[in-house]
């Protein structure tokens, strides 16, 4: 039994500031590190053999935090752009809320948490999906069946992607599935690498993204 270990990044700049960031790079804010640290701690009774990051930033400065409060930076870590976050296209660095009075509080709800709600030059949930399983597959689900702890640190749209594969969540129901700041999400695994036992971890934060 391996366990599978899945973080979201803390506060970015652009966080702070409620805009998209999709596919852009923003750094930690000084509270995001300081959280991040926090999230380290959260997981200090379970080894990591492995670590994954997106390639964006914010997952890396996160990442970085938790091994060092840990005292596991040695731990063999790969970056990848297929756990990357959503790309938000003609949305990115726009405000979310001004945005929302723009296109209405429906449509606004539709593009953030629905399954295939399409965004002008952007991604849909749908399209981060078809990118994050089969990384997970190929890359990360080897290593579990190996009996592996694997910490992955991504993104909300990312990570709402994995769990709705390792859940078997159906379409419909993705929009309430949701990966808050300071969250951490164990999953057991099992040899043939089905969930066995989920847990959620959960750093106390006041980040409002």
């Known amino acids: 039994m391996a366990k599978l270990i899945v973080a979201r990044h803390h506060e970015s700049e652009w966080n702070k500031k409620g805009l998209w960031t999709g596919n852009r790079d923003s750094h930690l804010t000084e509270y995001g590190f300081k959280k991040s640290c926090e999230m380290g701690e959260l997981i200090r009774d379970i080894h990591i053999d492995r670590a994954f990051a997106s390639m964006q930033v914010r997952s890396i400065e996160t990442l970085s935090c938790m091994l060092e409060t840990l005292n596991l930076i040695h731990v063999p870590t790969v970056h990848s752009s ?39 030059n952007g991604e849909t949930l749908k399209m981060v999906f078809a990118r994050v399983v089969p990384f997970y597959e190929e890359s990360i689900l080897p290593l579990l069946k190996g009996g592996n702890n694997v910490l992955i640190v991504s993104h909300g749209n990312a990570i709402r992607a994995l769990m709705k594969h390792l859940e078997h969540i159906p379409d419909e129901a993705v929009k309430d599935i949701e990966m808050l700041f300071g969250g951490i999400l164990i999953y057991d695994i099992a040899e043939d690498g089905s969930v066995t036992h989920k847990e959620m971890r959960q750093v106390e934060s006041d980040v409002h993204a």
Do not use: F
């Open 82 to 120: 297929s756990i990357n976050e959503r790309d938000y296209g003609d949305y990115t660095g726009k405000n979310k809320w001004e945005m929302q009075q723009l296109i209405g509080h429906e449509q606004w709800e539709k593009v953030r948490r629905e399954w295939d709600c399409p965004v002008p």
